[in-house]
Structures are given as C-alpha cells and as structure tokens.
C-alpha cells in the first residue's frame, strides 16, 4: 500500500507560479515512476507531467515550457513547478504512481488561477 500526499496549492493570479509537492510512502519509491494529473470542473482527467526512475520527463503540450517535474529521492517527493500559470491551469492537481497490480492517487490539491 503506497500513500501519496500532496501539498502547495492555492489561489494564484495570472502569470503567477507554484511549486506542488508529493510526498509517497513507498519503500522503494526510486524506482517508482510518478506523475502529475489534474481534473477540472465538469472535464476528465488529464496527464500533466510524468518522471521515470531515470529522471526522464514527459509533459502535455499545453504545459510544456511552463511546467517542470523533479523528484528528490532522499525525501521521497516528487515536485511540480509551475510557471506563468493560466485561468485554464485551474483544476484540482493528483499525484499518481503505479504499483503492480494497481494505481495510486492522492488526495488531490486545488490549484486556481485568477485572470
């Protein structure tokens, strides 16, 4: 069982920033890959960044340049910093990692953007 517990969001104005925190429970979460989700009101969920064990990242188009994912193993977090945020950047942000036989999500965080 892996816990995923995310810290840093807010109310922020356009062109503002903030970093995202997760902090896991997994024992072996080096080589965990992870990712960032979100979901806004009334949308599905959607992939926002992801980071392998290797430190590879991968990120959605409409964040690219703006948003960058890092990982800390020695503190078992990983981080989304954002950049220039937009009105269209509100939803609430979910931390995600796979196990072996199923996903793991936290909590969520609301991240709002004011224009």
């Known amino acids: 069982q892996v816990q995923l517990v995310e810290s840093g969001g807010g109310l922020v104005q356009a062109g503002g920033s903030l970093r995202l925190s997760c902090a896991s429970s997994?024992?072996?979460?080096?080589?965990?890959?992870m990712g960032w989700y979100r979901q806004a009101p009334g949308k599905q969920r959607e992939l926002v960044a992801t980071?392998?064990?290797?430190?590879?990242?991968n990120y959605a188009d409409s964040v690219k340049g703006r948003f960058t994912i890092s990982r800390d193993n020695a503190k078992k977090t990983v981080y989304l910093r954002m950049n220039n945020l937009k009105p269209e950047d509100t939803a609430v942000y979910y931390c995600?990692?796979?196990?072996?036989?199923?996903?793991?999500w936290g909590q969520g965080t609301q991240v709002t953007v004011s224009s």
């Open positions: 997994s024992l072996i979460f080096s080589f965990n890959a």
């Open positions: 980071i392998t064990d290797g430190g590879s990242t």
């Open positions: 995600n990692t796979k196990g072996r036989f199923r996903d793991y």
